[in-house]
């Protein structure tokens, strides 16, 4: 469960045969009451666990949408009958989901349908997007395979799999491609199913800022954390947001942050692509939190603009003193 009672929804995705089965047998095998796990039928290998539903990937493309505006049905109707399930007793209190999509999924639309259905959006956070990424073939998948490439960029966490069959260099030039696509990830590696506590609902995707080093300097993506003096102007910053969205939408990634708006607790943002998961507002500050900070990723916007014209905003909006900046 999330802190705000919701059951929490962790994305396992990655390309055919790299290895999400396996870190999710590892993870279910010490972490198994509770957790549902949806599994996309085609090529599946089944995972022994009574509270797993197979789906067939079911999308339908919204009017005037993009890609990442593609609702899946199937998720929409699995998730609704583990709750019909659960409220009537024939499951136990489920606290995390596990959605494993294809390997060729992309799993925006996953987020998308969670953060737009009237009911879901109520009963279930988006915790992580954990990606699989088999380091013996990544570097010909990443060039040859688009989805992949979205894949890590919808990333929160990336694990590296196989690293007991691929040599050393293969293993860095994959962290490296994996930092230049997605500067924010995690990055764990993992030989056998190791590391599956990545898939653990912990809010890693925005408990603090990442802890290695941002953007290298070729990167195709940008990304850049932006520090806040003071409070912000809550509706100011709606509006802000609304209009880089509207302005720039398919170049904005990801925005993933903690927002201080002077409560108590802070405002957890979370933003895939152009969808917007409704703000979590926390009671109270999390232990390890540093602080109010938002990451963008984002693909050709100077991040000084970001940071000028939402502190432009911010004064208008009221707030006279707030000033924002670049953290290191
Ligand atoms: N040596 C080694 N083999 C691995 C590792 N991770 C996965 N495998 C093997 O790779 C194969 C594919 O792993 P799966 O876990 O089924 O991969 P998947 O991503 O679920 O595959 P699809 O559902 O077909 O997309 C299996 O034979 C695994 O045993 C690893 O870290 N090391």
Avoid at 49 to 75: A, F, K, P, Y
Wanted: aromatic fraction near 4%.
């Amino acid at each position: 469960m999330t802190s705000g009672g919701r059951r929490a929804v962790t994305v396992l995705s990655g390309f055919l045969g790299s290895g999400k089965t396996t870190l999710l047998r590892r993870y279910l095998a010490g972490h198994g009451a509770g957790v549902a796990v949806i599994i996309n039928e085609f090529g599946a290998i089944g995972v022994d666990h009574h509270l797993v539903r197979m789906v067939e990937e079911q999308s339908v493309l919204l009017q005037g949408g993009c890609v990442c505006c593609t609702r899946r049905e199937d998720l929409v109707r699995t998730l609704r009958d583990l709750l019909d399930q659960e409220n009537s007793g024939k499951l136990p209190p489920i606290s995390q989901v596990v959605i494993e999509t294809s390997g060729i999924a992309d799993p925006v639309p996953v987020l998308f349908t969670l953060g737009t259905d009237p009911v879901l959006q109520h009963q279930f956070a988006p915790a992580a997007v954990v990606v699989t990424l088999d380091a013996l073939n990544a570097a010909a998948q990443i060039e040859r395979q688009p989805e992949v490439r979205k894949q890590i960029i919808a990333a929160d966490w990336v694990v590296v799999t196989k690293t007991d069959l691929a040599p050393f260099e293969a293993v860095s030039r994959c962290r490296m491609r994996v930092r230049q696509l997605n500067p924010t990830a995690r990055i764990t590696v993992s030989r056998l199913g190791d590391g599956s506590d990545a898939l653990a609902p912990t809010r890693g995707a925005v408990r603090g800022l990442p802890p290695e080093a941002p953007a290298a300097p070729h990167s195709e993506v940008q990304s850049t954390a932006l520090g806040f003096n003071a409070p912000l102007d809550w509706p100011a910053f709606g509006v802000w947001l609304g209009m880089l969205l509207q302005a720039r939408g398919p170049d904005v990634l990801r925005i993933k942050g903690l927002l201080d708006i002077g409560d108590a607790g802070p405002v957890v943002m979370n933003v895939a692509q152009h969808v917007v998961h409704p703000p979590e507002h926390l009671a109270a500050w999390p232990a390890d939190a540093d602080g109010s900070y938002l990451v963008f990723i984002t693909r050709g916007i100077d991040p000084a603009r970001i940071a000028d014209s939402l502190e432009t905003f911010q004064r208008a909006g009221g707030r006279a003193d707030l000033s924002v900046r670049e953290l290191a």
